[in-house]
């Protein structure tokens, strides 16, 4: 953690604008990952960066869109990692199966799912 002096910070030309607090002033803290960050937005600016993040947003945030909100995920229900993973895997596992019904029902593909529904009924 950073902090300067009072007459430091009153003396800035900034004083006013970042803080008020004539006791404290400003105080900033610098983390454990700081350098892990400044990689990231480094990289997070370049066109390269860009491009990948624009194709996510169009593949994947739709899905995460439709768990949370037709699927009702707001939130995990149960707390450790192993019953997180459980209960992620029960919601990916319902969005695919959701996501084939549309596309068997659609006709889309040229078969269609084996069971009882898909059997001819016996006549008697």
């Known amino acids: 953690m950073y902090r300067a002096s009072a007459a430091t910070f009153q003396a ?16 900033l803290t610098v983390g454990p ?11 997070m600016s ?20 439709i768990i949370k909100e037709q699927q009702g995920a ?5 707390r450790g990692l192993v019953n997180v993973a459980a209960e992620w895997t029960l919601l990916a596992t319902a969005f695919n199966l959701r996501t084939l019904w549309r596309i068997w029902r659609s006709g889309a593909v040229g078969f269609l799912p ?3 529904a898909s ?3 016996p006549s008697v």
């Open 119 to 121: 059997q001819p009924i």
């Open 33 to 43: 990952h700081d350098a892990v960050l400044r990689r990231h937005r480094t990289w």
């Open 74 to 78: 707001h939130r995990f229900l149960l």
């Open 46 to 65: 370049t066109r390269e960066a860009q491009e990948i993040s624009k194709r996510r947003k169009q593949l994947i945030e739709p899905v995460f869109g």
């Open 114 to 116: 084996c069971g009882p």
């Open 12 to 27: 800035c030309p900034a004083f006013g604008v970042c803080t008020n607090d004539l006791l404290n002033g400003r105080a």
